[in-house]
């Protein structure tokens, strides 16, 4: 997702565009948001070196807003003591949340992208932006007696103009439980590609995304428990007990045996997992007008004694 703007002064103007890294504006509390901004100067290359911009500052911050009805929610009320969040055109002070409506209940603290930036007709430059997210903010909320929005608030200022702030909104989602899981430490050493260049970073993304994914999918599924007495001609042996019948490629089986339940005693178990096909068409396996002849079971067994 990429946002952009423009700031100009009389007849100079600078392009400011943001661009996230990741392909979505949704993001996980605790996950590293990435954004790069790139400011140009729109003039053609060939112009005067007079047409040449000279940048300030420019700084980047992550804020929550909290938007509340005043006729659904009763707030406390406003610290008078507190300067009121306006910024006057002759201030250099960046504040993120200028003009926004609501309460700002959470920000980041602002990092500085460059200082006295210079660009030539027809340049640019691009800065990289880098913060995690709270773990303690709320999760993003659009109902119709409150509102929780995020936004990167990027702010540059030329000399002796005023501050211009470009917003990228996007998404938060609090998924409990997910903080407090701590990943293996044998990951660490475990091999990896070396013609795979990836980061540290990008890798404890990728688990934290892989396992908020494992959660969502064990917090939402359909769970019934399925119920197998496993039997013989003397009694009993035992219970075998499995929560779903429909996995999918690389998923693992989990399943419990309970042989207290048992009547007889149990020397040996042998795991199996069959894989059966049919032919299409009403083809019969092993015919002559079949596709193939093979036999149509895989099966994967391991024992235990």
Known sequence: RAASGKGRSGSAMIEVRAALVRGGPAFLAGETLECLVTLRNPLPPDATSASSEMLAWASAQIHCQLHASESRVSLPPADPRRPHDVQAESETV??????????????????????????????????????????????????????????????????????????????????????????????????????????????????????????????????????????NSRGKVAAFCIFKTVYKIGEDVVGTFNFSAGDMPCLQVRRLLPGAGAPRGGAVWGSPGSVASAMPLCQYSVSLQ
């Not at 999760?139 to 990228?168: D, E, W």
């Open 94 to 231: 960046f504040v993120p949340n200028r003009g926004e409506r609501g309460q700002c209940i959470l920000s980041t603290p602002p990092k500085i992208l460059f200082c006295d930036l210079r660009l030539d007709p027809g340049e640019s430059k691009t800065y990289s932006y880098c913060e995690t997210l709270p773990v303690d903010g709320p999760p993003s909320f659009r109902g119709q007696a409150v509102k929780y929005v995020y936004k990167l608030t990027i702010g540059c200022q030329r000399v002796n103009s005023p501050i211009k702030l470009l917003r990228v909104p996007f998404r938060v989602l609090v998924l409990h439980g997910l903080q407090d899981y701590q990943f293996p430490q044998d990951e660490a050493v475990a091999p990896s590609n070396p013609f795979l260049e990836e980061e540290e970073g990008a890798k404890k993304d990728s688990r934290l995304a892989d396992l908020a994914t494992e959660l969502l999918m064990a917090a939402t599924s359909r769970r019934s428990l399925h119920l197998y007495n496993i039997s």
